[in-house]
């Protein structure tokens, strides 16, 4: 193990939470072992322009007795990744104030992160549960009498928690499971938000689909196979620029599913076009 | 352990950088205290770069190899109007590229337009880790808020290329609110009009403490601060060819020094009644320099202006209908972009609104506010520290109608959360030249809807889908955005296979496409090409190549 004598250190300890920060100047690393000791040391901020040993020993030796610090190498140029045994590394000068807020910042970055996701992820499961079978006020966790300032209080809240910015730390696929939750709370909120949406869903009356699968071919507009098979040769007479020919089908395709209003607006939509 | 997020204003005119630090939003400064940057490059004849200040005052000297402006090009299609008209102004060569994109062509090389945002890009990133003293890899962008999937994908690809990861793209009116509304507890509605160098954009939004949700987005992307200057200029030729008969239209390089003289004189105008400027231009067949004595009055500018601020009135008609809201009903008004300095806009805009602005906002640095601190926000819920970590989650009983109970303990903390819109509808082209429209314009991000497609022939192997964009139900009238292939389809008798296609539009605005086999339920392939974007090969070829070195 490498002894660096007391001239050699300019070593900066900084015990950044509690007796605040800065203290300056030559340090043995004998004293430093004695001070950590009685008090908790957070961070060790080397300057490159260390002579012998070099900044990576001195740093390395100094582990053992502050084996909570945060290595800070302080260098006169940025440098990417000071590596082993430096967690950091930081340009000096900058102006105080982000000094101090970057090595706070390391020396958060270099305790074992506490972070459990377990809690959201049993969350996001919990309310994923028969999630197309939930109304929208279930979705939202409020009463059918709600008032639109609950209606929105709740999605804020739930937005807060289930957003996909809310979750970047999770992994993908809870982070998928949480998206597919969010969509549902969305679509819950705008539809309760509505006067009008709100009073249609109330009365059973599905509001205007928002995702579903639309017709591709003129025939899966139909469940009628004779409507169908006309809707099959109107398509291709369209295709093929026979637009008069098209407009046949399409009304004898309509006469055979005279409900359907797939059929009569495409009907439409082609009689009217130039 | 990453250094700081930083956010970054990439505007057209001029970039700004800004860091969240002690919980404090800072707008970077450089070497010189200087905060706002140009978005100007020069490429000297050694191949290296300059940019900001110094590359702007090469503009009137070498205007083949100083690019300015270089955002009205991001993620167009080479054949895009825009281009077209970019061609015509700009004194640097717009070229096309083998991929139908525009190139710059200087001094024998090509550069996209994103290889040019990016050396932008990189120089603010070095102003910030020389503030910073640490290495910036992080970043959060913005971009105008009617900027589409393309020109969004661009401006990513423009920070990969600065080696930046772009944890967000942010739409810049949402960050002026973020900036204005953060921490403050409003509850309130609100209007962002933005007016900056090259873009305007109106959005409205509704702040609920430190939830942000936009009502609704419009913009124009060709309507900005050097419409000004350019209706200036035309002044300043009119009158050079009434007093020596000579247009300078036809003078090279002239239109590029006119061009900063008639920026000097807008902005004189926004503090004093009269401007002036001489004018100094050889005239064939004269001897030396005719000099133009050139004197304009803050009237005679309103009225050569006034169509300008106009023609934003008609963009914010359209965001007002879209929220359902009259321009009264807003209840506060936030300026941003440095045209809301002219008089003549907030004069009209206020009339418009019936409300006086915001005035402690700068409307030159509050959009990189914004960006970073949502960038610090996402870091916080990326990285929750010790005291604003996950509370313990509580989770009652779903089964049942529920009644007021609280849902969950949710991770609130104190960072807000942008809930923004998306600004075009998205569709595909149908038999017979129409759109079937997947996702609405002004639908909250992040949104996902599916269509069905069915095969149309027997064994077909591949299913080809123009994607659009647009309001209109004829195709036509739609802006390619770009064309999705499914391809490797399994074999089968025609309609038997069933493709459900999801269109996601994330919460940066951008577009995801993931499909699957319904009676396999296998995953389909799919590839998006967009016009105007690169393609991912393209990206990692550039990715492979460093930008021409900075000279400083």
């Not at chain 1, 059918?144 to 809310?166: C, E, F, G, K, M």
């Not at chain 1, 869903?201 to 995702?211: H, I, K, L, N, Q």
């Not at chain 2, 139908?100 to 062509?105: A, E, L, R, S, T």
């Not at chain 2, 995953?523 to 690169?534: D, F, M, N, V």
């Amino acid at each position: 193990m490498v002894a660096p004598s007391p001239q050699m250190i300019e070593a900066v300890i900084a015990p950044l939470l509690g007796a605040g920060f800065a203290a300056s100047g030559a340090v043995d690393p004998r004293e430093i072992k004695a001070f950590s000791a009685g008090a908790r040391v957070d961070a060790l901020l080397v300057t490159e322009n260390f002579p012998r040993p070099s900044p990576a020993q001195l740093a390395t030796a100094l582990r053992g007795a502050l084996p909570n610090a945060a290595m800070i190498l302080v260098t006169r140029e940025v440098v990417a990744a000071p590596g082993d045994p430096f967690h950091g590394a930081l340009k000096f000068p900058v102006p105080d104030k982000v000094f101090v807020s970057s090595v706070a910042r390391l020396i958060r970055a270099a305790r074992p992160s506490s972070t459990d996701f377990r809690g959201v992820q049993a969350d996001i499961e919990v309310m994923s549960l028969r999630l197309d079978d939930k109304s929208h006020y279930e979705i939202l966790g409020v009463a059918p009498d709600a008032s639109i300032d609950d209606v929105t209080a709740a999605y804020d809240r739930l937005s807060l928690a289930y957003h996909p910015d809310r979750l970047r730390a999770l992994d993908e696929a809870s982070r998928e499971k949480a998206l597919a939750l969010y969509l549902r709370i969305g679509a819950a909120y705008r539809v309760l938000r509505s006067p009008n949406d709100r009073m249609r869903y109330d009365a059973g009356v599905e509001a205007p689909p928002t995702s579903e699968a639309g017709p591709q071919t003129y025939a899966d507009m139909s469940r009628v196979p004779t409507a169908r098979k006309y809707l099959d040769l109107a398509q291709k007479a369209e295709i093929a620029g026979n637009r008069a020919m098209a407009l046949a089908h399409l009304r004898f395709a309509a006469t055979q599913d005279p409900d359907n209003q797939l059929v009569q607006r495409k009907l439409d939509e082609l009689a009217a076009a130039p | 352990m990453s250094g700081r997020i930083v956010g970054i204003d990439l505007g057209t005119s001029n970039t700004v950088v800004c860091a969240v630090v002690d919980g404090e939003a800072i707008v970077i400064p450089d070497n010189e205290g200087q905060k706002i940057q140009p978005s100007v490059v020069s490429f000297l004849p050694d191949g290296r770069t300059i940019v900001g200040r110094q590359a702007k005052s090469r503009m009137a000297i070498d205007p083949l190899n100083t690019i300015y402006s270089a955002k009205r090009l991001i993620g167009r299609p080479f054949y895009a109007p825009e281009i077209n008209l970019a061609i015509s102004k700009y004194a640097y060569q717009i070229v096309r590229g083998s991929d139908d994109n525009p190139k710059i062509f200087l001094r024998g090389r090509h550069y996209s337009i994103e290889e040019v945002q990016a050396i932008v890009l990189r120089h603010v990133k070095k102003i910030a880790e020389n503030y910073l003293g640490e290495p910036v890899t992080r970043a959060v962008i913005t971009v105008p808020a009617n900027f589409n999937e393309a020109q969004r994908d661009a401006t990513k690809t423009a920070g990969q290329l600065a080696g930046l990861e772009v944890l967000r793209i942010l739409n810049e009116p949402t960050a002026a609110a973020l900036a204005y509304g953060y921490d403050q507890q409003y509850r309130e509605r609100i209007a962002v009009y933005d007016l900056g160098g090259g873009t305007f954009d109106i959005t409205i939004l509704e702040l609920r403490d430190n939830v942000f949700e936009v009502l609704a987005t419009a913009g124009d992307t060709f309507l900005g601060g050097d419409d000004f200057d350019h209706r200036v200029a035309q002044l300043i030729v009119d009158s050079f060819k009434t007093e020596f008969g000579y247009d300078m239209n036809s003078a090279p390089g002239a239109m590029q020094r006119l061009k900063a003289v008639a920026e000097r004189v807008k902005t004189t105008l926004s503090d004093q009644p009269v401007a002036s400027a001489m004018v100094k231009q050889m005239v064939p067949g004269h001897n030396g320099p005719s000099t133009l004595d050139f004197q304009l009055t803050r009237e005679r500018f309103d009225q050569a202006c006034m169509d300008i601020v106009q023609q934003t009135f008609v963009v914010c008609d359209e965001a007002l209908k879209l929220a359902g809201l009259t321009s009264a009903e807003v209840e506060r008004l936030v300026l941003v972009g440095g045209s809301t300095r002219i008089p003549l806009v907030r004069e009209m805009v206020e009339n418009y609104f019936f409300k006086q602005p915001l005035i402690n906002v700068n409307p030159d640095e509050v959009v990189a506010v914004g960006a970073a601190i949502y960038g610090f926000g996402l870091e916080e819920s990326y990285e929750p520290s010790e005291d604003s970590g996950y509370a313990p989650l509580t989770s009652g009983d779903y089964s049942r109608v529920s009644g007021t109970q609280s849902h969950a303990s949710a991770p609130q903390g104190r960072a807000p959360l942008l809930i923004d819109v998306t600004p075009h509808a998205l569709g595909v082209a149908t038999v017979g030249g129409y759109v079937d429209v997947i996702i609405s314009r002004n639908a909250s991000i992040p949104t996902r809807m599916t269509r069905s497609f069915a095969t149309s022939v027997d064994n077909q192997e591949v299913v080809r889908l123009n994607i659009l964009e647009g309001e209109s139900r004829v195709a036509a009238e739609n802006r390619l955005l770009g064309e999705l292939v499914l391809f490797d389809i399994r074999p089968a008798k025609r309609g038997e296979v069933r493709i459900d296609v999801s269109f996601e539009i994330n919460a940066d605005g951008m577009l995801n496409v993931t499909a699957r086999d319904t009676v396999t339920n296998q995953i389909q392939q799919t590839r998006l090409s967009l016009a105007g974007g690169l393609s991912a090969a393209q990206v990692s070829e550039m990715m492979q190549h460093d930008l021409p070195a900075s000279a400083f």
